[in-house]
């Protein structure tokens, strides 16, 4: 197992120079006095394919040679990792196939295939390791790469690209974070964020959030070793439905975040609500949840400098226009 350190998130930062969108860290009198805090949030959702996963991706085929390419790569994902897979893949001219859930959000679907993935299907019910398992057996039939979603050095260390540009952006306005909040399924992207915001703020707080009832990495980090959630499916949140948290990035996050927070589905439709309305932004349920805990944790942390890092917007129009009405 290798551990992705900062200079690998920096190397990362060269590679998708220009292939990436730098996302801007944004803020909002309105936030601001809604919740007491000095907010920001960086958001990933106006990332190329609608999240972070995109970074993490570009990056780890930028790692592989030419013969491995030749090969074509193959990913596991419920969505997003997905669009960012078959993306990349269609940049660097490599053939990509993706395993998806049956129900994966059709939106998800349609823009994975649109960047020319070929999609199977698994019944999520069955559970992630029949995920893992089909995706491996493709890959060994293939003899093509697997980019996991959050077990791979090269895929965290995209990831925590995002975290330096919020630390630039920060350093730039004089601020240092009390706190930084993270979206969190199977931890890459906390992990990548966590190394990039402790290498330029060492006494910030990060915390990984997830939505309740899979906050596996909540446990984890209270108990101090990986435990599994119990179910695989009864989220709105379906880009943090992980079963439990990746080895690599555990590695990282039991050293750097301060704790988990939990979220109620209701609480990130609030926050989608809250950031259309605000700053017209459009998340999806997971992408929102570190916005949630803002919101629900404001009144504890009142005066203090928080950073959201909103992971994504692929969020299919019936479910947004629901919750925007207020419906779901």
């Known amino acids: 197992m290798r551990i992705p350190q900062i200079d690998d998130v920096r190397a990362a930062a060269a590679a998708l120079e220009g292939r990436a969108v730098r996302t801007p860290l944004l803020r909002s009198d309105a936030l601001d006095a809604l919740t007491g805090l000095k907010l920001f949030l960086k958001p990933e959702c106006l990332q190329v394919t ?55 959000p059709a939106l998800k679907v349609e823009r994975t295939r649109r960047s020319g993935a070929r999609v199977i299907f698994y019944d999520r019910h069955g559970g992630y390791a029949d995920r893992d398992r089909l995706a491996d057996q493709v890959a060994r039939e293939e003899g093509a ?22 630390c630039q952006s920060l350093a730039e306005r004089g601020l240092t974070p009390d706190r930084v909040l993270v979206c969190t399924g199977g931890g890459g992207l906390t992990a990548g964020i966590a190394l990039a915001v402790h290498a330029s703020f060492p006494l910030a707080k990060v915390h990984s959030v997830e939505p309740e009832g899979f906050d596996d990495y909540r446990r984890s980090l209270a108990g101090g070793r990986p435990v599994a959630n119990d179910q695989h499916t009864g989220s709105a949140c379906d880009a943090l439905l992980s079963n439990s948290p990746g080895a690599t990035g555990f590695a990282i996050n039991r050293e750097h975040v301060a704790g988990g927070l939990v979220v109620s589905d209701a609480e990130a439709f609030d926050a989608m609500r809250v950031a ?33 890092i909103l992971s994504g917007g692929n969020v299919d129009p019936e479910l947004f226009a629901r919750v925007l009405a207020g419906a779901a």
Request: hydrophobic content about 45%.
């Open 145 to 166: 790469a697997m980019i996991h979603p959050f077990e791979n050095a090269d895929v965290i260390a995209g990831q925590g690209t995002a975290g330096l540009e919020l």
């Open 276 to 308: 259309f309305r605000e700053l017209k932004l459009v998340l999806e349920p997971g992408g929102a949840v570190s916005l949630a805990a803002a919101l629900k944790h404001a009144a504890a942390w009142r005066g203090e400098t928080v950073a959201c």
């Open 50 to 104: 609608g999240s972070f996963k995109f970074r993490g991706a570009y990056n780890a085929l930028s790692r592989l040679d030419g013969q491995a390419r030749q090969r074509g790569v193959v990913a596991s994902s419920s969505g997003n990792h997905a669009q960012g897979v078959a993306e990349a893949a269609r940049l660097f001219g490599v053939r990509s196939t993706i395993v998806m859930p049956a129900d994966a």
